[in-house]
């Protein structure tokens, strides 16, 4: 069974660093993209990209290129999504998700909450 | 801001059919794949349609996946009170290089 796992909430204040991650089980781990999504309270889904585990290509959307880091550990099957300075219009859900041309397993989401 | 645009809200009465529709251009769904999602509340996106039409394994016939030109349809049959979700669309978009979604349409069974 396919399962993507990902680390817990976090609450952080403006201005602070942070790494997320998604653990991945079930499958080869480096035989599929893994894509970051976020959703905003209420809102909708946004793609922020994704990367390769084989080798660690990464590919943004041009909204979120620059302010995230996508990284991956295939050694521990682990993706992770970076931040080196939040803002509070960072505070959304982020799910991780296997992709290849479409997304067939997601992780339960990361809540994190930005807020001075 | 969303490329392809969902209709925000459909409803229906049990066991009736509801479509929703995504629109988008030739940079996306005119020449790539479309999948679509359901997000029940509170609850992560579970993809329900790939490559146009095909139903993973576990997904009811009752959904079903269809592409015209930039325009791609879900189709939802024989409506339950467990369909009520957000249901949203997703393709490549070959000019952004990224995957682009739709804007969410919120399904509601009356």
């Known amino acids: 069974e396919v399962q993507l796992v990902q680390s817990g909430a976090e609450v952080k204040k403006p201005g602070e660093s942070l790494r997320i991650s998604c653990k991945g089980s079930?499958?080869?781990?480096?035989?599929?993209?893994i894509s970051w999504v976020r959703q905003m309270p209420g809102k909708g889904l946004e793609w922020m990209g994704r990367?390769?585990?084989?080798?660690?290509?990464?590919n943004y959307s041009p909204s979120f290129q620059g302010h995230v880091t996508i990284s991956a550990d295939k050694s521990i099957s682990t993706a992770y999504l970076q931040w080196s300075s939040l803002k509070a219009s960072d505070t959304a859900m982020y799910y991780c998700?296997?992709?290849?041309?479409?997304?067939?397993?997601w992780g339960q989401g990361t809540l994190v909450t930005v807020s001075s | 801001q969303s490329v392809l645009t969902q209709p925000p809200s459909v409803s229906a009465a049990p066991g009736q059919k509801v479509t929703i529709s995504c629109s988008g251009s030739?940079?996306?769904?005119?020449?790539?794949?479309v999948s679509w999602y359901q997000q029940l509340p509170g609850t992560a996106p579970k993809l329900l349609i790939y490559?146009?039409?095909k139903r993973p394994s576990g997904i009811p016939d009752r959904f079903s996946g269809s592409k015209s030109g930039t325009s791609a349809t879900l189709g939802i049959t024989g409506l339950q009170t467990g369909d009520e979700a957000d249901y949203y669309c997703?393709?490549?978009?070959?000019?952004?290089?990224?995957?682009?979604f739709g804007t969410g349409t919120k399904v509601t069974v009356l």
């Open positions: 030739s940079s996306n769904i005119g020449n790539n794949y």
């Open positions: 490559d146009n039409n």
């Open positions: 990367i390769d585990p084989s080798d660690s290509y990464t």
């Open positions: 998700a296997r992709s290849s041309g479409y997304s067939d397993g």
């Open positions: 079930g499958y080869s781990f480096t035989s599929y993209w």
């Open positions: 997703g393709t490549w978009d070959s000019s952004l290089s990224a995957v682009v």
